[in-house]
């Protein structure tokens, strides 16, 4: 059978085929204590359940717009609006079955084959795979980890850019290490953008996972908003996973682009659980408060078991439901120098699943400090205090 060449440039999400491992593992009767996927074990609130009900029961079960139904593009535009200090409108807003489906959908409307795009790695993988789908080149900038953050590389975004250079990616509040900009950062990020006439993805999956602080979007920065889509899901703050439900929110030309793709690609959203999204934005926010409550106390179960252990060193962030800590020390003494040794040798001796660095884009040359990363957005506290206290008797043993 003839496959398509283009198709060999198309990656995966590679913690999917770590969840595959770790349920082979449990279907052999051990315990797994999943740190593996940034799924979420929560319960959806019942306001958004209760709105995506009432719309089946009203016959919301057709097509709906391409582009999504007013009332929620009308006030996903309001939410950020808000937030944001940008005056969004409907107009701004086209509604996805996820947040994922933006990052294919705003390449495929401004780069060109051949174009290149500077991408965060370590960093979400379907960025990496999605630019050389579409016959990009993926051109990766880094991250340095200091006292309390993992700051942006600057150089390594600066060494970067070239005369084809036409995409930054940037996930602030990201995905895996939680990085978050300073306003220094964002305002030096900025110049960089517009110095280079670069379109920007603002993947801001993260956004309301907030713990402490304010999210500060790059798109308030001069210059940058109407060179900008947003990257907008329900996925995370409303605990929809699997409802599959978000939006690209920049400006009109770039937003009935993506609209196009739409038609083509999936015709529309379903029509019902736009009803439930829109329930959820409208009505009582008190069981997401509680859903980020409950977050902030894994985070701070799973940081302090983490950084109890002799060699992690585990920086404490203020969103998203990531921790990426630094194992150099841990692999080295037990004799680890593959990142795939170290995670299955914890699975079978502890039940303790979790990716690595490595599944978070190509190593860079030059890489020396070593990392995983442990999602806590699907495990309870008990089991994070339970799970971590053997993760850390073999780590130093």
């Not at 079978?348 to 190593?363: D, I, K, L, N």
């Amino acid at each position: 059978m003839r496959i398509a060449d283009r198709m060999s440039r198309l990656g995966t999400e590679t913690a999917f085929a770590v969840g595959a491992e770790a349920a082979a593992y449990a279907a052999k009767g051990n315990r797994v204590y999943p740190f593996h996927l940034g799924d979420m074990d929560l319960a959806t609130p019942s306001t958004v359940v209760e709105g995506a009900m009432q719309a089946i029961r009203d016959g919301k079960t057709g097509y709906s717009p391409n582009a999504g139904i007013a009332p929620l593009r009308e006030a996903i535009a309001a939410d950020v609006a808000a937030s944001h200090h940008h005056p969004f409108t409907a107009e701004n807003v086209v509604i996805q079955p996820g947040g994922k489906p933006t990052i294919g959908k705003f390449l495929a409307s401004v780069m060109n084959e051949g174009d290149e795009v500077l991408y965060p790695n370590p960093g979400y993988p379907i960025y990496e795979s999605q630019i050389e789908y579409l016959g990009g080149k993926a051109v990766p900038y880094g991250y340095l980890e200091v006292e309390d953050n993992f700051d942006l590389d600057f150089d390594s975004i600066e060494r970067g850019i070239t005369d084809r250079t036409t995409v930054l990616i940037l996930n602030d509040l990201q995905n895996p290490n939680s990085a978050e900009l300073s306003p220094e950062q964002r305002s030096r990020l900025a110049e960089i953008v517009v110095a280079n006439d670069l379109y920007v993805l603002c993947d801001e999956a993260y956004y309301d996972i907030r713990y402490a602080g304010t999210s500060v979007s790059f798109i308030e920065e001069p210059g940058i908003a109407e060179r900008s889509v947003i990257l907008y899901t329900f996925s995370k703050k409303f605990a929809m996973t699997g409802w599959r439900l978000g939006a690209s929110i920049g400006p009109k030309e770039l937003v009935d682009v993506i609209a196009k793709i739409n038609v083509n690609d999936e015709s529309c959203s379903n029509h019902f659980v736009q009803y439930g999204g829109l329930a959820g934005l409208q009505g009582d926010q008190s069981e997401v408060l509680g859903i980020i409550d409950t977050l902030r106390t894994r985070r701070d179960a799973a940081a302090a078991g983490l950084n109890a252990i002799d060699g992690i060193r585990c920086i404490v962030p203020d969103a998203t439901f990531y921790l990426f800590p630094n194992v150099t020390a841990v692999m080295d003494r037990k004799g680890f120098g593959d990142y795939e040794d170290f995670r299955r040798a914890a699975l079978e001796a502890t039940g303790v699943s979790f990716t690595t660095r490595r599944h978070f884009g190509r190593q860079q040359p030059g890489e020396v400090d070593r990392y995983v990363r442990f999602a806590y957005s699907g495990i309870g506290v008990d089991d994070i205090a339970e799970s971590l206290a053997l993760f850390k008797d073999w780590c130093e043993a």
